[in-house]
Nanobody, 118 residues
């Protein structure tokens, strides 16, 4: 069974930084893609970033401020968030498209709250 576990988010002041991690564990034969979504109250879910095949695409709202990196040896992805703004406040979810045994499936992390406020 595959699990994605996210690190704890937190409260950050505007202009501050925070790094989230997303670690995949279990029977993992291959990871096709990993990424982050966020869900803010009263807003639609937004894809923040997706990384696949060494290429990462970012939402315009975070481009230049957020950076995704991966530790492939440990099946872990990171989201470095800099110059945070109040509008970045949301629950952040990681996901991964993983081949476990014979099937490809999308797995989700549990979500972590990021609050940007003074």
């Amino acid at each position: 069974q595959v699990q994605l576990v996210e690190s704890r988010g937190g409260l950050v002041q505007p202009g501050g930084s925070l790094r989230l991690s997303c670690a995949a564990s279990g029977t993992i034969f291959s990871i096709r893609a990993m990424g982050w979504y966020r869900q803010a109250p009263g807003k639609e879910r937004e894809q923040v970033a997706i990384t696949s095949g060494g290429v990462t695409n970012y939402a315009d709202s975070v481009k230049g401020r957020f950076t995704v990196s991966r530790d492939n040896a440990n099946n872990t992805m990171y989201l470095q968030m800099n110059s945070l703004k109040p509008e970045d406040t949301a629950v952040y979810f990681c996901y991964a498209v993983i081949r476990s045994e014979r099937l490809w499936r999308t797995y989700w992390g549990q979500g972590t709250q990021v609050t940007v406020s003074s």
